[in-house]
């Protein structure tokens, strides 16, 4: 019940946050504050649950790339493009294309089912499917 | 059911079994990957791949629903029982070989 409260609570709260950043965001003279730019980055770093919107193409690439590139595996962290392929360009073969294709999941908090895990091959292709899950974050 | 998919299940099972365990989690990782690796090489008309992959699922259906983590906690242990572990009591234990969850039609005792 409190766990609900506080959901509600947090969704009711959330468009008076949003505009508040958005104002912020207005007031600030273009280019006036350049240091203030890496402390926007650290605080999208963190998600809540209640900051709405979609994943962006570049961020889910990223990610992904972040993924891939502490799976000891990969041939070489360089081949690690938005089109590679996990098998021909990465040198991972098809268990460790699983093991990859899990580690995703649990960076997006989702569980993929085997017949969408089957078809993930290759870089662009989990983008894709990540980009077209609403439950990914 | 291929071997990828009994891998898949197997990997996924062990994260479920071994939850906020990393140490055994990992040691689990290393050794389905290495039971898959071992075979890796078999021709594809081998007629061990067949029993190998069945044992996998079901090495992957234990762990789901017969694994049980505990932490001591004082003098008795608190266990986590999840969403997918198996529960029965003295009488579904006359049923046979089904698998119990909660949550399922079939309720025991007075209900």
Same mark, same amino acid.
């Given at each position: 019940?409190f766990?609900?409260?506080a959901?509600?609570?947090?969704?009711?709260?959330?468009?008076?946050?949003?505009?508040?950043v958005?104002?912020?965001?207005?007031?600030?003279?273009?280019?006036a504050f350049?240091?203030a730019v890496?402390?926007v980055?650290?605080f999208q770093a963190?998600?809540?649950?209640?900051?709405?919107g979609?994943?962006k193409?570049e961020?889910?690439?990223s990610?992904?790339?972040?993924?891939?590139?502490?799976?000891?595996?990969?041939?070489?962290?360089?081949?690690?493009?938005?089109t590679a392929?996990?098998?021909n360009?990465?040198?991972?073969d098809?268990?460790?294309?699983?093991e990859?294709?899990?580690?995703?999941?649990?960076e997006f908090?989702?569980?993929i089912p085997?017949?969408?895990?089957?078809?993930?091959?290759?870089?662009?292709k989990?983008v894709?499917?990540?980009l077209?899950?609403?439950?990914?974050? | 059911?291929?071997?990828?998919?009994?891998?898949?299940?197997?990997m996924?099972?062990?994260r479920v079994?071994?939850d906020?365990?990393?140490?055994?989690?990992t040691a689990?990782y290393?050794s @389905?990957?290495?039971?898959?690796?071992?075979?890796?090489?078999l021709?594809?008309?081998?007629?061990?791949i067949?029993p190998?992959?069945?044992h996998?699922?079901? =090495?992957a259906?234990?762990?789901r629903s017969?694994v =049980?983590q505990?932490?001591?906690?004082g003098?008795?242990?608190?266990?986590r @029982?999840?969403?997918?572990?198996?529960?029965g009591?003295?009488?579904?234990?006359?049923?046979?070989?089904?698998? @119990?969850k909660?949550?399922?039609?079939?309720?025991?005792?007075?209900?």
């Open positions: 019940m766990r609900t409260a959901l509600t609570a947090a969704r009711v709260a959330r468009p008076a946050v949003a505009s508040a958005r104002v912020a965001g207005v007031a600030r003279p273009a280019g350049v240091a890496p402390k980055a650290a963190v998600r809540f649950y209640s900051a709405g979609h994943l193409k961020e889910v690439f990610r992904i790339a972040q993924v891939l590139s502490g799976f000891d595996k990969v041939n070489d962290p360089k081949n690690i493009t938005e392929h996990f098998a360009d990465l040198g991972l098809s268990l460790d294309t699983v990859v294709v899990m580690a995703i999941e649990e908090s989702i569980e085997d017949k969408d895990a089957d078809q993930i091959h290759s870089v662009d989990a894709e499917y990540i077209s899950q609403p439950d990914a974050n | 059911m291929s071997a990828l998919q009994a891998y898949r299940h197997l996924r099972a062990a079994a071994f906020g365990d990393a140490r055994t989690l689990a290393e @389905i990957s290495r039971g898959f690796r071992e075979n890796q090489n021709p594809a008309n081998d007629p061990t067949a190998a992959i069945a996998a699922e079901e =090495v259906s234990f762990l017969n =049980v505990g932490r001591k906690e003098e008795s242990y608190k266990l @029982i999840h969403q997918d572990t198996e529960r009591d003295n009488d579904t234990i006359k049923l046979g070989n089904q698998s @119990i909660i949550g399922e039609e079939h309720k025991c005792c007075s209900a």
